[in-house]
């Protein structure tokens, strides 16, 4: 079993930055890949970064490639996601999520979920 809480959401001006934090339970958290998804309102949850459990590989969608940086430490159990060039398209809420395969655009959905946290983004 794997708890994971989010922080660091709120509300930021188009073109800052923000970064977020999921903090996780559970001794096997280093065996687990992590991953960040997003849900705007009134639309479908989207995979937005995935990491391995060693950290060696991510994952990001196309809409966040070079302005997000996924990462962990396993010393800590947390993973980040940072988020910079934010825009308001980037407004949201925000879910950690691990699994015990890949967190990847295409892979099966995750097993574990966090609460979310609000991203905010004004124009």
């Known amino acids: 079993q794997v708890q994971l809480v989010e922080s660091g959401g709120g509300l930021v001006e188009a073109g800052g930055s923000l970064r977020l934090s999921c903090a996780a339970s559970?001794?096997?958290?280093?065996?687990?890949?992590m991953g960040w998804f997003r849900q705007a309102t009134g639309k479908e949850r989207e995979f937005v970064a995935g990491?391995?459990?060693?950290?060696?590989?991510?994952y990001y969608a196309d809409s966040v490639k070079g302005r997000f940086t996924i990462s962990r430490d396993n010393a800590k159990t947390t993973v980040h996601l940072q988020m910079n060039s934010l825009n308001p398209e980037d407004t949201a809420v925000y879910y950690c999520?691990?699994?015990?395969?890949?967190?990847?655009?295409?892979?099966?959905?995750?097993?574990?979920w966090g609460q979310g946290t609000q991203v905010t983004v004004s124009s």
């Open positions: 990491i391995t459990w060693s950290g060696g590989r991510t």
């Open positions: 999520a691990s699994s015990g395969s890949l967190v990847t655009g295409s892979s099966r959905p995750p097993d574990y």
């Open positions: 559970g001794r096997t958290f280093s065996r687990y890949a």
